[in-house]
């Protein structure tokens, strides 16, 4: 069963998934963020991905792939210390050059063959098909990474346990696409995400909300990311964010748009939980994002 419900649990994991990649960005398993641990979840896998770019051959007329050899940690997925069963998969927002390129290439594609009208943002999607699940203490003999990412995590939890996916920004869109190939493989799923882009058509937003129908996108309403591509479609579940007297945010599209701004609008007293330790960079984006007021 689920127990944790609070949306500030599932921004910190995601928040920990950046930080991880900012301390260890050339190991696609590194060492477990401590705050996983002492917010009562243990790291049982990490996600990683394969980049893989698009290109115009110009002799054929057709799109072809052009595969990279370098892959990265893009998140991880923990089980409730407390309540074993229970997970979350947490997937971070940009980080790469990489990936900033295949953020914008905003083209439409059409990847699910049996719902042809289905259409979705290719940049955001071609980075989610090349996710992969690692499980470092594998016993079972399954190759994990060989299967598609909705497909490991179905075989990994099992049909008794509960999961809950989540993401900010680009994992957000990531979480869009895996919540339309698990809605009927995992029986216990749902998502909360962290502003996202929007993310395909009217006819793929409403096939999601309509197979998958436990999750909540929590948006912060001066964030511009939400608003594009403009010509796509936010999946429709979505909870505003609203500005607070007592979290100043630099006006600034970046500023606007980090997880911890979410995490100090959602949640002070877990804002500065989080930030209370040696986190170089997130002091960074603190310092320079946001002025959040120790007093209710």
Known sequence: MFTLNYFDTFAALDLYAATMYDQYPNDIMPPPDPRIERDGWKLKCYISCNYYYTFMNTKTNK????FSDDR???????ERIRNPGEYVLALRGTKTFEEALEDINVGYIQ????????SVIEGFYSMYKSLDLIVPENTTGVDYSQL????????????DGYCTLSGHSLGAAMVAYLMRDIYNKVPHCRACSFASPRVGNYEFVRYVAEHFKDYNVINYINDLIPALPIFSEQLPNVVTLYPRDDVIINDSISCKHTILTYLALINKSKFFDVLDGDYPIEHKTWNECLQVSLQD
Not at 111 to 118: A, N, R
Not at 148 to 159: P, S, Y
């Open 63 to 66: 799109k072809e792939l052009i």
């Open 148 to 159: 598609e990412l909705a497909d490991a995590i179905a075989q990994f939890i099992g049909v």
């Open 72 to 78: 990265v940690n893009h998140g991880y997925i923990v």
């Open 111 to 118: 990847p699910w063959p049996d719902t042809p009208d289905q």
